[in-house]
């Protein structure tokens, strides 16, 4: 078990413990290009055989406690979890650095799409994963991510964005996307004004059999899941939570 701050275990007891249940989890290291990564693998050991599994994409500070927190809460609902490092080991900004980081993979999608694919194939080849029911899911720079990644084509289960920026293509590559989009956005996200969500809608309307889902969420801002923030808006965070778990349930199934 890890050790969390009091704001963060009380998000984590949202998702009750089943009996028997043992959460473990553990550091990985790998690398994609040269760099060093470091991510938090998390599953319930008393689970065995293959199981579904989330990939977990952090926000523009790293892989910090927010993200381990949001795996241990799918490795409760007995999901494998791994929340990935899409900057390398070590490297966790914050303030301005934050947006200079991001700003480097938001510069460079084909560099944005390998670390999350890098991740995404430690988590596949997991002896304990059924490599034909992974979501990837990610939280503001993760969101972007998540939908990035879903752009090359990976076979997916699902990929889903919490209130992540919504990066339209010039031109569209949205044929290429194989699996179904969840987007959950603020409707008061000053970094996801009207025009962009409806401009992203427009992009996916070009592929007639996309599967995908835009839900906005009044009075939410930017950042509106993280319980640490002056962003986070308790409602629209379980909301979202919820409505995650209803396309876990349908994509899964």
Not at 86 to 109: F, N, S
Not at 137 to 155: D, N, Q
Not at 232 to 248: G, I, M, N, Y
Request: glycine share 8%; aromatic share 10%; hydrophobic share 45%.
């Amino acid at each position: 078990m890890t050790d969390y701050s009091s704001t963060h275990q009380a998000l984590l007891d949202t998702v009750p413990l089943r009996e028997g249940a043992r959460i473990a989890s553990e550091r990985v290291h790998y690398d994609e290009g040269g760099t060093a990564l470091d991510g938090f693998f998390v599953a319930d050991a008393a689970i065995d055989g293959p199981r579904p599994a989330v990939l977990v994409l952090h926000d523009w500070t790293g892989e910090q406690e927010y993200t381990r927190v949001r795996a241990e809460m799918l490795a409760r609902l007995g999901l494998l979890a791994f929340a990935a490092d899409l900057y390398g080991a070590g490297v966790r900004p914050t303030g301005d650095d934050a947006a200079t980081e991001a700003g480097k993979y938001y510069g460079d999608l084909p560099l944005l799409r390998r670390r999350v694919q890098a991740a995404y194939d430690v988590l596949a080849s997991d002896p304990r994963v059924d490599p034909s029911r992974i979501v990837v899911i990610g939280y503001c720079f993760g969101g972007s991510a998540s939908i990035e990644f879903a752009r090359t084509g990976a076979a997916l289960a699902g990929a889903v964005s919490f209130h992540g920026g919504l990066v339209t293509h010039e031109p569209a590559d949205v044929e290429s996307i194989r699996t179904p989009l969840l987007v959950l956005t603020g409707a008061d996200d000053p970094v996801v004004p009207d025009d962009a969500v409806v401009a992203f809608e427009d992009e996916l309307r070009q592929n007639p059999a996309l599967d995908w889902q835009i839900v906005l969420y009044s009075g939410a801002p930017h950042a509106f899941t993280l319980p640490e923030a002056p962003s986070w808006r308790p409602v629209a965070d379980a909301r979202s939570w919820r409505a995650f778990r209803a396309f876990l349930d349908e994509v899964l199934a």
